[in-house]
């Protein structure tokens, strides 16, 4: 399994985590916020089974579950004015009215989890304000004292949350994995641009497998 | 009283989203223009590119800011990993303090232009570069960097997240392929601006030759 890992294997499942980004209704169901902006939805709905199948096995090995939600609080203070105005221009700003409740608000309809991929009881839902896991957030400080070393990133998108994520966990001294057939983007060639990016140069951030790979990463682990 | 400059035709927006940039509340930022980093891209263009931009800056008061990118005493498991492949990864980390190092000096950058040393690719992480920006209200980033699809992108996309509001300058940047470069590029303009905006070098120096 020297291929999955980036580096080392992980002392024991423990020490790894699913991270499932953003699989909100406002980014991949119909009604939410991408898909009112007229955008094909079909690319972030596409990885849904395959995420609910990631979530499978690492709860079924005993790794640690974490769940993240973009949004911003209602009175919108941790909302930056160019976001804001970006949104509005592209057509529905963050903030605002839309099918399902205010577009990327925490507590609105369209800021929960889609429920194909719902979190657990005792499972932890960080919700950030940013691209960025890590940004504004206590995501390093939680994963610090959880003792975790190695983190899978999957869900969506590609190209903003998932890589951002990703390239964060890195610069923290996580090892970091990406299973390629979990995650997509709004736009395919974004998607694409993206994962030749990171697998470049045999990954210089952590390395990019599939589901296949995680699968009989975990069994190694409890072999 | 400090005259406003003219916005930048930038993709996807007209740059900065409010009109509003001045040397008060702007700074340039030139990420990575190290001499291993230049030879490693063959980066000779995209370095005079930035020169250029430097002394335009400096001309029109706006602050110039520099990144250096080096190894840290003590990689994490990771880094090491990084480290160990050398030449192989596209975009080396040299030690502090060696040749390769040591900032172009073709950029002409002034004496007292702050630099920020970073172990990674973002120059925000685990330095006072937020500091710095927010203590002089700094709120507009025009950015240049080595690589694009990581100095650059890193740095850029932690401070969209931040709130600043940014623009990549296009042909002040360079990616280990042009298409990384390309795509990356892509990615920040995706969606009326994922990561904020994109635009070449002639049209901010003549917005800064103008004041």
């Known amino acids: 399994m020297t291929t999955f890992w980036p580096c080392t294997t992980p002392e024991k499942p423990g020490k790894a985590a699913l991270v499932v980004i953003d699989m909100q209704v406002d980014f991949c169901a119909p009604g939410g916020w991408v898909d009112q902006l007229g955008e094909d939805v079909s690319n972030t709905r596409s990885v849904i089974p395959a995420v609910a199948e990631a979530l499978t096995i690492a709860r079924d090995a005993g790794l640690a579950v974490y769940h993240t939600r973009e949004g911003h609080k209602p009175d919108l203070s941790d909302l930056p004015a160019n976001k804001q105005w970006r949104t509005r221009v592209h057509g529905l700003g963050i903030g605002d009215e839309g099918a399902s409740g205010r577009i990327l608000v925490r507590g609105e309809p369209g800021f929960e989890i889609v429920p194909e991929v719902a979190a657990l009881p005792g499972e932890t839902v960080i919700d950030k304000p940013g691209k960025s896991s890590f940004h504004a957030t206590d995501f390093d400080d939680r994963l610090k004292a959880a003792g975790i070393t190695h983190l899978i990133v999957i869900g969506v998108t590609s190209d903003c949350c998932v890589q951002s994520t990703f390239r964060d966990g890195f610069e923290r001294g996580y090892e970091c994995v990406i299973l390629e057939d979990c995650t997509a983007a709004v736009e395919t060639p974004n998607h694409q641009a993206t994962m030749e990016i990171l697998k470049a140069f045999g990954g210089r951030w952590g390395t990019v497998s599939d589901l296949a790979g995680f699968r009989a990463a975990v069994e190694a682990l409890h072999g | ?211």
Request: proline share 6%; net charge negative.
């Open chain 2, 1 to 211: 009283m400090v005259e406003p400059f003219a916005g930048i035709a930038a993709n996807p927006y007209s740059w900065p989203f409010d009109g509003r940039w001045s040397a008060d509340d702007s700074a340039l930022l030139i990420l990575g223009f190290q001499n291993g980093m230049v030879a490693a891209l063959d980066a000779e263009p995209e370095l005079a590119v930035a020169a250029r931009l430097v002394s335009a800056a400096q001309a029109a008061g706006l602050p110039v800011i520099a990144s250096r990118r080096g190894r840290a005493e003590t990689l994490s498991p990771v880094a090491a990993r990084r480290a160990a492949t050398g030449a192989d990864v596209g975009d080396p980390i040299f030690p502090p303090r060696t040749p390769e190092w040591q900032l172009a000096e073709a950029l002409g950058l002034p004496s007292d232009a702050p630099v920020f040393d970073h172990a990674g690719d973002n120059a925000f992480y685990s330095t006072g570069l937020e500091t710095w920006l927010r203590q002089r209200a700094i709120r507009n980033l025009v950015l240049a960097g080595l690589p694009t699809e990581g100095l650059l992108h890193a740095t850029q996309r932690a401070a969209n997240d931040m709130g600043f509001e940014c623009i990549a300058i296009s042909d002040a940047c360079k990616g280990t392929t042009e298409e990384r470069h390309t795509g990356q590029l892509r990615v920040t303009a995706f969606g009326n601006g994922l990561f904020g905006t994109v635009a070449r070098s002639d049209q901010i120096i003549a917005a800064l030759n103008a004041s």
